[in-house]
C-alpha cells in the first residue's frame, strides 16, 4: 500500500471511530469498541510517524546534495516537544472554557464539553492531518524509489571522481 495511504487511512479510521463514540458510544461495550477502532488507527499514525522521518532525509539529500539527518532529527524532536507541552498546557484551557469544576457533579453543557474535546477534537485534528497529508506530501513509494536510486547515481559518480592535490591538501574535482 504505501507509507502515505497507510497513515491517512490510519487518521481516517481514528476519527471515525471517534465520530462514533461521540454519537453512539453511550454504552460501555460500544465505548470501548468504538476506542480500539479509533486507537488502532492511532497506531499506525504513531509508527509510521518515525519511519516517514528517514524519507524526509533521503529526500532532503536528494533536493538539496546535503544529507542532514541531524537537522532533520532534532527539528522532528522539537516538534514533538512542542506539542507535548502544548498537550499539557491547552486542555487546562479548554476545561476552563467548558466550566469543568474538579470534585464537583459536572453540569450537562459541562458533560458535552468533556465529550467533545474527548471525541471531536481529535477527531478534526485528525481530519486536518490527512488532508495535509494529502495535499502536500508527495512522496510516494515510485518517487521515492526514484530519489533513492538518483541519490545512488550522485555516490557513485562522487566516488568515481578523481582527486588532485592542491597546497597539500586533498580536494575533489567537480565536474
Not at 468533556?114 to 481529535?122: H, M, V
Request: charged share 15%; hydrophobic share 45%.
Amino acid at each position: 500500500l504505501g507509507k502515505k495511504p497507510v497513515y491517512r487511512g490510519g487518521l481516517t479510521m481514528g476519527a471515525v471511530g471517534d465520530v462514533l463514540n461521540f454519537v453512539w458510544g453511550t454504552s460501555s461495550l460500544l465505548f470501548v469498541l468504538f476506542s480500539c477502532m479509533a486507537f488502532f488507527g492511532t497506531a499506525f499514525v504513531n509508527s509510521l510517524n518515525w519511519a516517514l522521518v528517514p524519507d524526509t532525509v533521503d529526500y532532503g539529500e536528494w533536493k538539496t546534495g546535503i544529507r542532514a539527518e541531524g537537522s532533520v532529527y532534532t527539528g522532528y524532536t522539537f516538534s514533538r516537544k512542542i506539542s507535548a507541552a502544548l498537550a499539557g498546557f491547552l486542555p487546562g484551557i479548554m476545561l476552563t472554557q467548558i466550566g469543568y469544576i474538579p470534585h464537583a457533579v459536572q453540569s450537562a453543557g459541562t458533560l458535552l464539553g468533556l465529550r467533545q474535546l474527548i471525541f471531536l477534537w481529535p477527531c478534526g485534528l485528525a481530519i486536518v492531518a490527512a488532508v495535509t497529508m494529502g495535499l502536500f506530501y508527495k512522496l510516494n513509494e515510485a518517487r521515492f524509489a526514484f530519489i533513492i536510486e538518483e541519490i545512488g547515481k550522485r555516490k557513485k559518480q562522487t566516488a568515481n571522481t578523481p582527486e588532485i592535490t592542491t597546497n597539500n591538501k586533498a580536494s575533489a574535482v567537480t565536474l
